[in-house]
């Protein structure tokens, strides 16, 4: 049943492979936790009782609100699916409260941080070293998920127009407008990483195969790790930083949404909050009386 669920949120959920992978897992710690704790095999048996029992475990054992919420999504979800597709006659998931979560403001990389990062000497010369330092610099040029970095295409890449295309969550595309900077950048890069043919992806292994999520967080975390003291050294930050920075420049928080690609508004909100924190600081450092 795990599997015809992945196929469902994959094929008619659209969603991403990335958030079937977490969903697929929670599923996965979800019946463990029957079978060990509770003595049920199968979950479609399972009453709120055990998904209160549940939640209750993961709080135990440390995970966080963000991560436990996520879950329960998840089981939301997946028993939905189970209604529909397989007869269950009920959710035990439904209507079981969210728990709060602390508010979460991941700081971007200044301006300078960010200089340090892409500085080239900071990088191997050689076809690694370009390719990472591109890597680099197409998360912040774009601010794209991950997931979007990996699937980037060399034919979804029009320099004569000045767009790129971008498959976002839920298989929905948008356009980017590209850099001169980065348009300069991406000829060099394709000097030492021509296209291949069968192997349409912009980022590979040396072996040719598209890069993984696992090695993508590997290159940003490691250059971050030796240019900024930021908290969280994710691909993620340079996306946050991409938004932060041009809000700060006075970009319209609605063409921050698109660029993002963002659902709605409420979304792209997160970033002026960041940027205040940042306008406090340099307020409270500059500000005669704030010294």
């Given at each position: 049943m795990l599997d015809s669920f992945a196929d469902y949120l994959l094929l008619e959920r659209r969603l991403s492979s990335a958030t079937v992978e977490a969903?697929?897992?929670?599923?996965?710690?979800?019946?463990i936790f029957l079978e060990w704790q509770i003595g049920m095999s199968q979950p479609l048996e399972a009453k709120r009782s055990h998904v209160?029992?549940?939640?209750?475990?993961?709080?135990?054992?440390?995970?966080?609100?963000r991560s436990v919420n996520r879950k329960l999504s998840s089981l939301r979800t997946f028993y939905r699916f189970a209604i529909e597709v397989h007869g269950a006659t009920e959710n035990p998931a439904k209507g079981?409260?969210?728990?709060?979560?602390?508010?979460?403001?991941?700081?971007?990389?200044?301006?300078?941080?960010?200089?340090?990062?892409?500085?080239?000497?900071?990088f191997e010369p050689n076809r690694?070293?370009?390719?990472?330092?591109?890597?680099?610099?197409?998360?912040?040029a774009f601010g794209l998920r991950s997931a979007e970095l990996i699937g980037l295409k060399h034919a979804d890449i029009d320099l004569p127009e000045g767009t790129i295309r971008v498959i976002g969550k839920r298989s929905k595309e948008r356009m980017i407008p590209v850099l001169p900077s980065w348009a300069e950048a991406y000829t060099q890069f394709i000097e030492q990483w021509p296209r291949v043919e069968g192997r349409g992806c912009v980022f590979r292994k040396e072996?040719?195969?598209?890069?993984?999520?696992r090695l993508v967080y590997s290159i940003v975390h490691s250059y971050l790790q030796r240019t900024s003291n930021v908290e969280t050294k994710s691909p993620h930050v340079l996306r946050h930083t991409f938004a932060t920075h041009l809000l700060d420049m006075g970009a319209d928080l609605s063409a921050i949404r698109s660029l993002?690609?963002?659902?709605?508004?409420?979304?792209?909100?997160?970033?002026?909050?960041?940027?205040?924190e940042q306008l406090k600081r340099v307020y409270h450092q500059s500000h005669p009386k704030g010294r």
């Open positions: 969903y697929s897992s929670d599923l996965k710690q979800w019946t209160r029992s549940w939640i209750a475990n993961l709080v135990d054992r440390g995970v966080d609100a079981i409260p969210a728990l709060k979560e602390k508010k979460r403001l991941v700081r971007a990389l200044s301006q300078e941080e960010m200089e340090a990062l892409l500085d080239k000497s900071l690694v070293g370009v390719r990472d330092h591109f890597l680099l610099f197409t998360l912040y072996s040719g195969e598209s890069m993984p999520r993002l690609g963002h659902a709605n508004l409420s979304a792209t909100q997160i970033y002026t909050h960041a940027s205040m």
